[in-house]
């Protein structure tokens, strides 16, 4: 568990304020961390949050609580803070910190990245909801493939996912369910549309479930009926890209490394300059967290750390394919989360 000190240390700090909600919910437990803030100090930790959720942070928080009027609560802060107080800069906004200054002597300092880098590795029970969030990812996969038919919108797959999810038991979707078909499929982020489903098309679809707080994200392409010999290529280059990057996870593997393993492959066969994002990320309470996999990532695995691992290549008037898992970085390399198959499909 980590301890005060471990977050305190590197910038001297007396404090941390912290309020970025993923971060809260991490050092807390408490599932409303939009609505509360915890207060690091030496003798320990403090969730503060308002009157709405006595009960409820009573029975969520595993640190000593304190609770304000709904009115006095993002001012609450600022009689307990003291000395020098690290604020979380990705987060804090101005006009919030301006009136903490008015209202304390403390001194505010920026930091960046403290909690995040201990959230990185994950404890078995929060990989438990992990990897439940990612079965439950797979049986909506299963579930919706007899939904991918031409004629059909892409919006109305993607609800049909978001329902299937919700129904087995999901807080939510991980994020908004992208859904690319046809030459949509070459926008990387492109979020369901209006746009029917044709034949000889590949669709994308790239979702993920949220259970207990934690996310799953998984991207599969397949075809629609009989597609052409190039969008047929650009499928095999990219899951060989996948797989022969997957395979080559493990402790001590760095981003950086692992991002070219995939480019390499995919420049290899022609189509390096389409493969236009990084390779992966971390997932956890945030379904984008750190460890980054990326040309320009410092990062290096550790054991349990979860990431994906999710080529793709993007073809302007032709199409797009992605293929992402979910993977846990194991002692004897990595164990693959998602477990739906990515073998050539046509419908
Ligand atoms: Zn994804
Ligand atoms: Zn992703």
Known sequence: MIKPADLLEAHSLDMLLVTKPANVR???????????????SAEGMLLLTDSRYTVQAEQESR?????????????????????????EA????????????????A??????????????????????KIRAAAALADRAWSHVLSYLKPGVCEKDIALELESFMRRQGAEDAAFEIIVASGERGAMPHGVASSKKLARG???????????????????????????????????????????????????????????????????????GEYFVHSLGHGV????????SLSALSEDVLALGNVVTVEPGAYVKGLGGVRIEDLVLVTESG????????KSWLEL
């Open 284 to 291: 956890g309470l945030a379904v984008h967290e750190g460890p």
């Open 334 to 341: 990595q164990e693959v989360l998602s477990k739906s198959s």
């Open 201 to 271: 098309e590949l669709v994308t679809l790239d979702f993920g479930a949220l259970v207990e707080g934690y996310h799953s994200d998984m991207t599969r392409t397949v075809a629609l009926g009989k597609t052409s010999k190039k969008l047929k290529q650009l499928y095999h280059a990219v899951l060989e890209a996948q797989e022969e990057t997957l395979a080559q996870v493990g402790p001590g593997k760095s981003g950086k490394e692992l991002d070219a393993v995939a480019r390499g492959v995919l420049q290899e066969k022609g189509y």
């Open 107 to 128: 001194e505010y300092v920026p930091t960046q990245g403290l909690v995040e880098k201990f959230r990185q590795v994950k404890s078995p029970d929060e990989i438990e």
């Open 90 to 105: 990705q987060h804090m906004n101005l006009a919030y910190l301006e009136a903490l200054k008015e209202r304390s002597a």
């Open 63 to 87: 640190i000593p609580l304190r609770i304000f009027r709904q009115e006095d609560k993002r001012m609450a802060p600022a009689d307990l803070l003291k000395g020098r107080v690290g604020v």
């Open 26 to 40: 991490y050092l807390s437990g408490f599932t409303s961390p939009e609505d509360g803030q915890v207060v690091v």
